[in-house]
């Protein structure tokens, strides 16, 4: 009994653990005239494991860069962004990109799947990249979970915008990354086909216990995460 409840302890404290930490961040630009545009302003938050956040605000508010910044995708004017306690930005541009293959899946607006692969291939790179040596059984497994199982070796350009988004979920979940960042999922998507598709992804971040991260300019969408980050003018508000 004791030791299942060091167990069980041992494993609460895991979850409260934060698989994102930022501090201080900054991101400034050059504009004409030698002027500083500064993009994000001093912003600073946690995410705990399993968690699924929103980050909110009008266009121009520095939505997409906090999530490149988050994804390692670009670099920080100041400040610090840890993905489960390792500093981004400490590494080099080889090791930013070891970080993302091992512990971040990415879903983007216009699906980014790679025309020359079918649905299938597009699924399993990933897992190859991690070296996986069941990735095409993976992939066909994560394909029937997003109900495609029927769409294996189709190309992109012979499936719907919301059979394309669920390869690209599909995608990102499929190595059970321990975060997935997703950038206006819906936004490509009519009404009806965007509320299958964000289901699905809440559904998946419940099941596999992966923090989400959604930029979003949607309010009811963002009000189904538990908690939302909304930025004005690049600060926290």
């Known amino acids: 009994m004791l030791t299942r409840t060091h167990t069980d302890s041992s494993s609460a404290a895991a979850a409260l653990d934060p698989v994102v930490e930022v501090h201080a961040l900054s991101r400034a630009v050059s504009v004409d005239g030698g002027n500083e545009l500064r993009i994000l302003d001093d912003v600073s938050f946690r995410i705990l494991a399993g968690e699924a956040v929103a ?7 520095g939505k997409s860069t906090l999530l490149g910044l988050l994804a390692g995708l670009d670099a920080p004017s100041s400040g610090t962004v840890r993905i489960r306690g390792q500093d981004l930005f400490a590494l080099d541009e080889d090791g930013r990109a070891a970080l993302r293959g ?24 990933p897992l190859e990249l991690a070296g996986r ?12 979970r997003v109900g495609l199982g029927g769409r294996l070796g189709h190309y992109p350009r012979q499936l719907s915008g919301g059979e394309q988004q669920r390869v690209a979920v599909a995608r990102a979940f499929a190595p059970r990354p321990a975060l997935v960042l997703a950038d206006e999922p819906t936004g490509n998507l009519d009404v ?3 509320e299958a598709v964000i289901e699905l992804m809440f559904s998946l971040n419940a099941e596999s216990g992966t ?12 009000a189904r995460c538990g908690r939302s980050l909304r930025l004005a003018s690049g600060r926290l508000v």
């Open 55 to 61: 980050i909110v605000g009008a266009s121009g508010s």
């Open 102 to 125: 091992a512990c971040v899946g990415f879903v983007f607006q216009s699906f980014q799947l790679l025309p020359a692969l079918t649905a299938l291939e597009n699924v399993m790179l």
């Open 133 to 144: 040596a069941d990735a095409r059984k993976e992939a066909e497994t994560w394909l029937g």
């Open 192 to 194: 009806a086909t965007g």
């Open 211 to 222: 923090t989400l991260v959604l930029v979003t300019h949607d309010n009811a969408l963002a």
